[in-house]
């Protein structure tokens, strides 16, 4: 009966182990997969629920506001028009010949600020490279010297060398070895 319980007990055990590493197992993929899922939910959820900005009656001039810089429209139309004109992206019946010409000011103002910018940048780039061209030419400079010196030092050894042969080979001479003989 006691063998019997105690089995009992190891089969509960057991399986009470099961059920606690199914949990941490689950609880583990729920952590690793849960923020990027809730984030991708809440970015596709309130797109879906949101309504589509009300239908404007408006009478619309012919200007095109699809060969105007994207970043352009909405700079000014977020400081004139507060968020009305971003959702319909059209003109107002109401704006008047002095709007036109401040959003014409604006929008070559913006232009001018942005030709200033890349050719800010388009000049640190060309100071950068300019830069990076005489680093490289002051190490191969270097490299060069350093060459040169290695090349002097081995001349020169080279030199000692030929003039320790040539007194080892006089040497030699004198005390009766000749070229080609062979003991």
Not at 5 to 21: P, S
Not at 106 to 122: G, I, N, V, Y
Not at 172 to 181: D, P, T, V
């Amino acid at each position: 009966m006691n063998l019997q319980m105690n089995k009992q007990r190891e089969t509960c055990i057991l399986g009470m182990m099961k059920v606690a590493m199914g949990l941490m197992g689950v609880c583990l993929a729920g952590y690793i997969v849960g923020p990027p899922l809730y984030w991708h939910l809440a970015e596709a959820l309130p797109s879906v629920g949101r309504p589509s900005c009300p239908p404007c009656l408006c009478d619309c001039s012919s200007q095109s506001l699809l060969s105007i810089p994207e970043g352009i429209i909405f700079t000014y139309l977020f400081t004139r028009f507060n968020n009305s004109f971003t959702e319909c992206m059209k003109h107002e019946p109401g704006m008047n010949e002095e709007t036109e010409k401040n959003f014409t000011a604006l929008l070559s103002e913006e232009l001018k600020l942005r030709e200033a910018e890349a050719l800010e940048s388009h000049q640190r780039a060309d100071k950068a490279l300019l830069e990076a061209k005489k680093m490289e030419a002051d190490k191969c400079n270097m490299g060069m010297g350093t060459c040169e010196e290695a090349r002097e030092k081995a001349e020169a050894a080279l030199q000692a060398q030929r003039e320790v042969t040539v007194m080892w080979e006089l040497r030699a001479r004198q005390k009766g070895w000749k070229e080609g003989i062979i003991k």
